[in-house]
């Protein structure tokens, strides 16, 4: 199964489906049904990586829907927070004056 593997950088995926979009938004396309398949395929295997976020805006307890990227980038209301708050490593603080003596 290894051998039907292909590597793709996640760059590289990205930066195809920019290209992509951008020749079909300036229709550039020579084959636009090819490249909506190529698109699909990079949307596809994209998705296949998931990425775990944390949205609590009005602090319910209960974490937002994806919705929430589309709200806050109308409003700035949100901030993403760790999924596990306790997974966060506690810095030890010392003040510069004990440091110095």
């Known amino acids: 199964m290894s051998d039907k593997i292909v590597k793709?950088?996640?760059g590289e995926a990205v930066k195809r489906l920019l290209s992509l979009e951008l020749a079909r938004m300036n229709g550039i396309h020579a084959l636009p049904q090819q490249a909506?398949?190529?698109?699909?395929l990079l949307?596809?295997?994209l998705n296949e990586?998931?990425?775990?976020?944390?949205f609590?805006?009005?602090?319910?307890g209960v974490p937002d829907?994806?919705?929430?990227?589309e709200k806050s980038a109308e409003t700035s209301c949100c901030r993403l927070i760790?999924?596990?708050m306790s997974a966060k490593p506690k810095r030890k603080r010392t003040s510069r004056r004990k440091a110095q003596k």
């Open 65 to 69: 829907t994806i919705e929430i990227f």
């Open 8 to 10: 793709l950088g996640l």
């Open 82 to 84: 760790p999924e596990d």
């Open 56 to 60: 609590d805006c009005n602090n319910d």
């Open 36 to 40: 909506a398949a190529e698109r699909d």
């Open 43 to 45: 949307f596809d295997a």
């Open 49 to 54: 990586i998931k990425i775990d976020l944390g």
